[in-house]
């Protein structure tokens, strides 16, 4: 007798738990096909006025808050494959260097039969500021901000647990995300807003992906998982900063925004800003490329900003 065969379809579908399910979780979700019950794709969510709208796209909503572990009990075992895509917490801390969230999840992963696999979205900011220089990922990291060292931690967290489980885990060292499609996800608004930009003398080399191509990314990885594997997902672009902004002003023909040096830009902008403008780095795709076998539908940022034109 095939006991398989004889289960009801949603027990037989591939069942995908992402955790973090916002922008690009539910763009990851579409390319696994959840809307077409190819996959069953679960995503936990602290906010209950998201549940309708997750439904809406195939996805199973699953309550939950990563900031209160009791109410975590329901995932263990649930997904085959897990995308952590949470960032850590903020505030609150016990200890600013740790990310509590990632460890409760893997603890409650661990009660139950683990995963098959687990890709954890990181930030290519562990890296910290490389003078400019080309990134592969096996340079060692050097988190120059708090927020970068509480995802060092999470990095250490998945892919010890992975090694004590035998659980392939993949670490996706992500850059700045963009899409014109996504909330918050060009340049236009700084623009119209003159926010300045360093001169090129003091500038720093930026990298980006598109949220396709990271959402393609991470199903890639859920899906052919290296063990214990971390991968730059960067696009072909290289420029600095302030080049971003210039290119990204003559396409939505907005005025460039004004050159400063350091010194008035530490006077003018935002510490939230300034971080971004004090490390410079160009990472390398190439593992990206060979590994998760990757072609990008935006190779460059001019092309994916330029898209939906």
């Not at 979205?121 to 340079?139: I, L, Q």
């Not at 608004?189 to 990298?207: K, M, S």
């Not at 959402?215 to 696009?235: F, T, Y």
């Amino acid at each position: 007798m095939n006991l398989i065969g004889a289960r009801p379809a949603r027990f037989r579908r591939l069942r995908v738990l992402v955790v973090g399910c916002g922008d690009v979780g539910q763009r990851a979700a579409r390319e696994l096909g959840a809307a077409q019950g190819r996959v069953r794709v679960l995503a936990l969510t602290s906010s209950p006025e998201r549940v309708a709208a997750l439904r809406g796209q195939g996805i199973t909503p699953l309550l939950g808050n990563l900031d209160q572990p009791d109410s975590l009990r329901r995932l263990a075992g649930l997904g085959q494959r897990v995308l952590h895509l949470a960032p850590p917490p903020s505030q609150d801390l016990a200890d600013w260097r740790q990310d509590p969230r990632t460890r409760g999840l893997l603890q409650v992963l661990a009660r139950r039969a683990p995963p098959w696999a687990l890709v954890y979205g990181s930030t290519s900011g562990v890296y910290g500021d490389c003078g400019g220089a080309w990134v592969a990922e096996t340079r060692a990291p050097t988190p120059q901000t708090p927020r970068a060292m509480r995802r060092v931690d999470a990095e250490a967290s998945v892919r010890a647990w992975g090694r004590a489980l035998g659980v392939p885990v993949n670490v996706l060292r992500i850059p700045g995300i963009y899409a014109p499609d996504r909330d918050g996800g060009t340049p236009q608004a700084r623009l119209q807003r003159g926010t300045p930009v360093l001169r090129p003398e003091d500038d720093v080399f930026t990298n980006h992906i598109h949220a396709d191509d990271l959402a393609r990314a991470c199903v890639r990885a859920l899906m052919a998982p290296k063990a214990q594997r971390v991968v730059n997902v960067s696009d072909d672009t290289e420029l600095k900063m302030g080049d971003y902004f210039d290119l990204a002003a003559d396409l939505y023909g907005l005025p460039r925004p004004p050159r400063v040096s350091r010194e008035s830009a530490q006077q003018q902008l935002p510490l939230s800003l300034l971080s971004f403008m004090g490390e410079s780095r160009r990472l390398s795709n190439q593992r990206m490329k060979r590994e998760l076998r990757l072609v990008l539908r935006y190779p460059t940022v001019a092309q994916g900003l330029a898209a939906s034109r």
